[in-house]
Nanobody
């Protein structure tokens, strides 16, 4: 079982930036899809960004496209989410997740490993 640990959340003003990290344990990290989901209070968990393991293909939700960048360092077994131009509506708990699917997927049930989540709060 892969263990995922997120870090980097915090409080930031609107327009600011944060970088989230997700460290993975276990083997074969580079083969798997990594993604970031987020869950705001009272709302369902939603897909934000994903990256494939083999060719680095990325995919973003429309709500974060152009502001967020997902990346990965397979040697360090770590995925990142660079968040720029943050808005109050980006406030949520952010979760990293791993899927054994061969291509990027946005479906929550395709992800078998999840981190504990890190809080991101954007003040207006």
């Amino acid at each position: 079982q892969v263990q995922l640990v997120e870090s980097g959340g915090g409080l930031v003003q609107a327009g600011g930036s944060l970088r989230l990290s997700c460290a993975a344990s276990g083997r074969a990290f580079s083969s798997y899809v990594m993604a970031w989901f987020r869950q705001a209070p009272g709302k369902e968990r939603e897909f934000a960004a994903g990256i494939s393991g083999t060719d680095g293909y990325t995919y973003y939700a429309d709500s974060v496209k152009g502001r967020f960048t997902i990346s990965r360092d397979n040697a360090k077994k770590t995925a990142y989410l660079q968040m720029n131009s943050l808005k109050p509506e980006d406030t949520a708990v952010y979760y990293c997740a791993l899927s054994r699917r061969p291509v990027v997927t946005t479906t929550r049930t395709d992800f078998g490993s999840w981190g504990q989540g890190t809080q991101v709060t954007v003040s207006s």
